[in-house]
């Protein structure tokens, strides 16, 4: 299983860009998605993910009401709609997916796959 995480740039404060996350040698529906990130000389943290039941989505505070989750399983694709900008929004971001539904959305050990990252940078 691949997953291809493209989309990433820079845009100003205030922007918005849509983050793709393409899987690949895998059954798509089988994976809960989640998005992470790893700001520079910080630890990877949550962002974003389905949650425990069907269409329940987690976003951590940092993001609430800015970044939302979405899929499109005819494409094998998750996707992160992220507006509303900000400089310290400014990451690598990080998909992911884990087939074991029953384990914490938020934890970055609950995840099986994780793609190569694509770089957001949000200038002030």
């Known amino acids: 299983v691949q997953l291809q995480a493209s989309g990433g740039g820079l845009v100003q404060a205030g922007g918005s860009l849509r983050l793709s996350c393409a899987i690949s040698?895998?059954?798509?529906?089988?994976?809960?998605m989640g998005w992470f990130r790893q700001a520079p000389g910080k630890e990877r943290e949550f962002v974003v993910a389905?949650?425990?039941?069907?269409?329940?989505?987690l976003s951590a505070d940092s993001v609430k009401g800015r970044f939302t989750i979405s899929r499109d399983n005819a494409k094998n694709t998750a996707y992160l709609q992220m507006n509303s900008l900000k400089p310290e929004d400014t990451a690598v971001y990080y998909c992911a997916a884990r087939t074991r539904k029953y384990l914490s959305p938020v934890v970055a050990e609950s995840y099986d796959y994780w793609g190569q990252g694509t770089l957001v940078t949000v200038s002030s």
């Open positions: 389905y949650g425990w039941s069907d269409g329940s989505i």
């Open positions: 040698g895998g059954t798509f529906s089988r994976y809960v």
